[in-house]
């Protein structure tokens, strides 16, 4: 059975900072790319960061400079640091593993998410 579970959300005022963590379960860890998406009340969910395999990482523009996405495939766990952060980044966050197979059918699993709230 597969599991993905975050952890680290929490109310923080804003220029604070907050590291979120996902623990993966029952994939081959190190074969999926892996990413952090947002999700605020009313609006699409959103790509936040992204970590491939390989470790090449990928940032949306709202968060270039102010996110950290790195992997640590001995403990089969993505992080996702964040700092100096801004009161629209209040989201429910969630971590995605995806597989992509050439000659089938892509894996891709969500966790239930953790709510980061930035405020004062």
């Known amino acids: 059975q597969v599991q993905l579970v975050e952890s680290g959300g929490g109310l923080v005022q804003p220029g604070g900072s907050l590291r979120l963590s996902c623990a993966a379960s029952?994939?081959?860890?190190?074969?999926?790319?892996l990413g952090w998406y947002r999700q605020a009340p009313g609006k699409q969910r959103e790509l936040v960061a992204g970590?491939?395999?390989?470790?090449?990482?990928n940032y949306a523009d709202s968060v270039e400079g102010r996110c950290t996405i790195s992997r640590d495939n001995e403990k089969n766990t993505v992080y996702l640091q964040m700092n100096s952060l801004k009161p629209e980044y209040t989201a429910v966050y969630y971590c995605?593993?995806?597989?992509?197979?050439?000659?089938?059918?892509?894996?891709?699993?969500w966790g239930q998410g953790t709510q980061v709230t930035v405020s004062s």
């Open positions: 995605n593993a995806k597989l992509t197979r050439r000659l089938f059918p892509s894996l891709d699993y």
């Open positions: 029952g994939i081959t860890f190190s074969l999926y790319d």
């Open positions: 970590i491939t395999s390989g470790g090449t990482t």
